[in-house]
């Protein structure tokens, strides 16, 4: 039975600024980003980061530039990156102007510590010559504090009056090539910026709840405060902000964008119940080793392990391929149809078998 194709709301309508050869906002896709943990200075190592965050989806990648050896490491980087490199910017005027003499692609200015309008005006009027856009980052931790004083403490709109400051600043010189962000890591207080802030401008928002902290709790918190604002309409990129390796970010980011159906799947989408007492077969054992060994085949595939006939000939039947099992075994599906009965300790090899058929051969609708 076909299953209705439900969209998320519309999406907001903002501007596009060009991130190298990225466009962020306008029609272009929600775009999904990271950031490097090595010390930028270390060309190499930041290279292979670079690299790996690419490979698992990261689109822009973003990298501090703290130091005079930060900006020499980033002149280095910049041409050999395969993705857009932004320069992440706090506290030191010279290393926004460092950063654009080595070639970013955009900058990231925080508000909240880099405060002297006179430099500010400077950076934007030094970007806006080369043509690179800077997004206004302000984070919940470092709020400029005469906003935090005149809203009472870091509120949503304590934050949007520090992100519009900034950008009076910037029109001040005629620079208006920008993109925000207003990340906290209270979830509710995140979602209650970037609302606010939607309202306000037509630029667009890089979203992300700052600080989200180490695996699982991390994926949940940030999906928690991204998603909610995307199924809203509201957001043009996207980071998770996790305690953990990098590649996770960029991992997550793309698969949060898969799976609300806002950028078409490079990979493989693994359905799997979560098991009950009323399993037939050892669902986590089947699933977990299907799921190991179909990712090593990089397909674009749906693939179903479900553990009875509750929800098992639903999901199965809508699948690529499916398991729906029974007593010891299983009916294996392809693209709705019933091709074969399988034993338990074959299901993973037959799905993988047909994963590697449809990869030679095709798939009929
Ligand atoms: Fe339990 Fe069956 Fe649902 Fe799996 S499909 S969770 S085994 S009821």
Same mark, same amino acid.
């Given at each position: 039975?076909?299953?209705?194709?439900? =969209?998320?709301?519309?999406?907001?309508?903002?501007?596009?600024?060009?991130? $190298?050869?990225? =466009?962020?906002?306008?029609?272009?896709?929600?775009?999904?980003? @990271?950031? =490097?943990?090595?010390? =930028?200075?270390?060309?190499?190592?930041?290279?292979?980061?670079?690299?790996?965050?690419? /490979?698992?989806?990261?689109?822009?990648?973003?990298?501090?530039?703290?130091?005079?050896?930060?900006?020499?490491?980033?002149?280095?980087?910049?041409?050999?990156?395969?993705?857009?490199?932004?320069?992440?910017?706090?506290?030191?005027?010279?290393?926004?102007?460092? %950063? *654009?003499?080595?070639?970013?692609?955009?900058?990231?200015?925080?508000?909240?510590?880099?405060?002297?309008?006179?430099?500010?005006?400077?950076?934007?009027?030094?970007?806006? /010559?080369? $043509?690179?856009?800077?997004?206004? $980052?302000?984070?919940? $931790?470092? *709020?400029?504090?005469?906003?935090?004083?005149?809203?009472?403490?870091?509120?949503?709109?304590?934050?949007? %009056?520090?992100?519009?400051?900034?950008?009076?600043?910037?029109?001040?010189? +005629?620079?208006?090539?920008?993109?925000?962000?207003?990340? /906290?890591?209270?979830?509710?207080?995140?979602?209650?910026?970037?609302?606010? *802030?939607?309202?306000?401008?037509?630029?667009?928002?890089?979203?992300?709840?700052?600080?989200?902290?180490?695996?699982?709790?991390?994926?949940?918190? %940030?999906?928690?405060?991204?998603? !909610? *604002?995307?199924?809203?309409?509201?957001?043009? !990129?996207?980071?998770?902000?996790?305690?953990?390796?990098?590649?996770?970010?960029?991992?997550?980011?793309?698969?949060?964008?898969?799976?609300?159906?806002?950028?078409?799947?490079?990979?493989?989408?693994?359905?799997?119940?979560? @098991?009950?007492?009323?399993?037939?077969?050892?669902?986590?054992?089947?699933?977990?080793?299907?799921?190991?060994?179909?990712?090593?085949?990089?397909?674009?595939?749906?693939?179903?392990?479900?553990?009875?006939?509750?929800?098992?000939?639903?999901?199965?039947?809508?699948?690529?391929? +499916?398991?729906?099992?029974?007593?010891?075994?299983?009916?294996?599906?392809?693209? +709705?149809?019933?091709?074969?009965?399988?034993?338990?300790?074959?299901?993973?090899?037959?799905?993988?078998?047909?994963?590697? /058929?449809?990869?030679?051969? +095709?798939?009929?609708?």
């Amino acid at each position: 039975m076909a299953r209705e194709q439900v =969209t998320l709301a519309k999406r907001r309508v903002a501007r596009a600024v060009r991130v $190298g050869k990225v =466009t962020v906002g306008g029609d272009s896709p929600i775009s999904v980003q @990271s950031m =490097t943990t090595t010390k =930028t200075a270390d060309v190499e190592g930041t290279l292979v980061q670079i690299y790996s965050l690419a /490979a698992a989806g990261a689109e822009i990648v973003r990298c501090t530039c703290n130091s005079q050896d930060a900006a020499d490491g980033l002149r280095q980087i910049i041409p050999r990156s395969p993705v857009p490199i932004v320069a992440d910017i706090h506290f030191h005027v010279e290393m926004a102007l460092a %950063a *654009l003499e080595a070639g970013v692609a955009a900058l990231r200015l925080n508000p909240g510590n880099l405060r002297k309008p006179e430099e500010i005006k400077l950076v934007a009027r030094e970007a806006g /010559a080369r $043509g690179v856009p800077i997004r206004i $980052g302000v984070n919940a $931790g470092s *709020l400029h504090p005469d906003f935090a004083k005149r809203y009472g403490g870091i509120t949503a709109e304590a934050m949007v %009056a520090s992100a519009l400051h900034e950008l009076e600043l910037f029109h001040e010189v +005629g620079f208006d090539d920008v993109a925000f962000s207003v990340k /906290a890591s209270n979830v509710a207080l995140m979602i209650a910026a970037y609302r606010l *802030l939607a309202e306000r401008v037509d630029h667009p928002l890089h979203l992300g709840v700052t600080e989200a902290g180490p695996l699982p709790g991390g994926l949940i918190k %940030a999906t928690a405060g991204i998603a !909610t *604002l995307l199924a809203e309409g509201i957001g043009d !990129t996207i980071r998770y902000s996790l305690t953990a390796d990098p590649v996770e970010e960029a991992r997550a980011g793309r698969q949060l964008l898969e799976s609300l159906g806002l950028r078409e799947r490079k990979g493989l989408d693994f359905i799997a119940c979560p @098991s009950c007492g009323r399993a037939e077969i050892d669902v986590v054992a089947v699933a977990t080793e299907a799921q190991r060994e179909l990712e090593k085949l990089g397909l674009p595939l749906q693939v179903a392990v479900m553990g009875c006939n509750v929800n098992g000939p639903g999901e199965a039947r809508e699948a690529d391929i +499916g398991i729906a099992a029974g007593k010891g075994k299983g009916h294996l599906f392809i693209k +709705g149809k019933i091709v074969e009965v399988v034993p338990e300790a074959r299901m993973v090899e037959a799905l993988v078998e047909e994963a590697q /058929a449809i990869m030679s051969e +095709g798939i009929e609708a």
